[in-house]
């Protein structure tokens, strides 16, 4: 089974086709050979051709002979994979075949046996980066390259939750929840890396990434062409942010180019409104200065949001016993962040030294200012107590104790 996507020793050398060893061999996908009561032929037949197997001939109608990459015609394993269940000894072949690709352990066999136990789109990308000795790509590379797939899908994740043009530290936790089923897998040349998305966990996620992808080419296109930005305007509503900007520009520095290819799960097929074979879509070095300043104006042009955000308040701090204060909360429910910071006056600061006291939340309107990736409330009002169960009030008053010394510390005498 390929390793989680935010695994750091992810996928470096599970890649198909011939080359060196793996550094880090992957675990053999899932328990044993998949039921082949339960495999569509037709399925295993598009998986096979989509990770480089070859069919090399069969009886026409009943069974094609399937090669696996790298090798030509009478070479290396063969199997064989009837077209239908029509076929009357479809399952002992279908056992066959999927018996051999347990047993030959190479990359293009596990990435097969993959799709069929957990059905999944996948996107895969290619990076053009300057080649090290041997024309191999260095280890810091790699990273760069896994770093930017992970912000890429998370850019399509946070999308998935809600268009914006800045999503700053808003949905993180649920979009980082979103993408715990993904799986990678890496060309040993370290140039490619394929994300599999499990159907239907992470589908939107994979439907957002389609249209954003494509949204971003045709902005950065007409931009290029025309100076204009107005396609940046409305790309937003496919999904394109300051998160995919951003994560786009990390992976094309330091390259000649990027790829990507997105392939929807043969057993589920395509989503509607998406076309059924997506055509790749390719980033250069010079798409890097629209891109650049795209994510600039997305990042002035969000509006921040009002809310009433109820929270824990788990830092206090001012420079002195009176006056205003800044407090910290970890926010229970009112906005999609995990922390605020937020600058009382002198009565809203002791009301909510006192919550902290005796373990209680507070309650507080203001404004979710994008400049600080909506970590900060500001025009607060209506600060208040708020009363909750006595299960919460104890954990809340173990955090306090635990957070004694520095309370007493930002309080300083006198409070």
């Known amino acids: 089974m390929h390793r989680p996507i935010d695994d750091p020793g992810a ?7 011939p080359g060196p060893a793996p550094l880090f061999p992957p675990a053999a996908p899932g328990d044993g050979v998949p039921d082949p009561g339960r495999v569509d032929p037709r399925v295993l037949g598009a998986l096979l051709a989509r990770h480089g197997w070859q069919r090399r001939g ?9 090669t696996p990459p790298g090798t030509g ?20 072949l279908l056992g066959e075949a999927l018996t051999a690709l347990a047993r030959s352990g190479t990359p293009a066999a596990r990435e097969v046996l993959t799709g069929l136990a957990v059905p999944s789109d996948e996107i895969r990308w290619w990076r053009e ?17 896994r770093s930017a797939v992970r912000k890429i899908l998370l850019a399509g994740a946070l999308a998935a939750r809600g268009p914006a043009g800045y999503h700053g530290s808003r949905h993180r936790s ?94 589920a097929g395509a989503p509607a409104g998406c076309a059924a074979r997506p055509e790749p879509v390719e980033f250069s070095p010079g798409d890097l ?43 229970l429910g009112g906005a999609d962040v995990a922390h605020v910071r937020v600058t ?32 900060r409330l500001t025009d607060a009002s209506g600060v208040v107590p708020v009363q909750v169960d006595d299960a919460e009030r104890d954990r809340l008053m173990k955090s306090f104790h635990e957070d004694l010394d520095f309370f007493e510390e930002a309080c300083g005498p006198g409070e």
């Open 11 to 17: 996928g470096e050398g599970t890649g198909r086709g």
């Open 58 to 66: 069969g009886a026409a109608g009943r069974y094609g002979r399937w």
């Open 73 to 92: 015609p009478g070479g290396g394993t063969s199997l064989l994979v009837p077209e239908s269940r029509a076929f009357p000894d479809c399952e002992d």
């Open 129 to 145: 980066a300057p080649p090290g000795p041997a024309g191999t790509v260095p280890w810091s590379e790699q990273e760069r390259f």
């Open 174 to 267: 649920a979009a980082r929840a979103a993408l715990d089923p993904v799986t990678v897998a890496a060309d040993p040349g370290g140039r490619a890396l394929t994300a599999f998305l499990p159907v239907p966990a992470v589908r939107p996620v994979a439907v957002r990434l389609h249209h954003a992808l494509h949204a971003a080419r045709e902005a950065v296109d007409y931009q290029r062409a025309t100076g204009g930005t107005d396609a940046f305007d409305t790309a937003v509503e496919a999904g394109v942010s300051r998160e995919l900007t951003e994560a786009l520009v990390a992976l094309v520095r330091g390259t000649e180019g990027a790829r990507i290819a997105l392939q929807w799960a043969p057993a």
């Open 289 to 331: 200065p629209a891109l650049r300043e795209a994510g600039h104006r997305y990042r002035v042009d969000e509006p921040s949001v009002p809310v009433r955000v109820t929270g824990a308040v788990v830092r206090l701090r001012r420079s002195g016993p009176r006056g205003e204060g800044t407090v910290r909360l970890r926010v």
């Open 344 to 375: 009382l006056d002198e009565e809203a600061y002791r009301t909510a030294g006192h919550a902290h006291l005796v373990g209680l939340p507070i309650r507080v309107a203001g404004r979710l200012e994008s400049r600080g990736g909506f970590r």
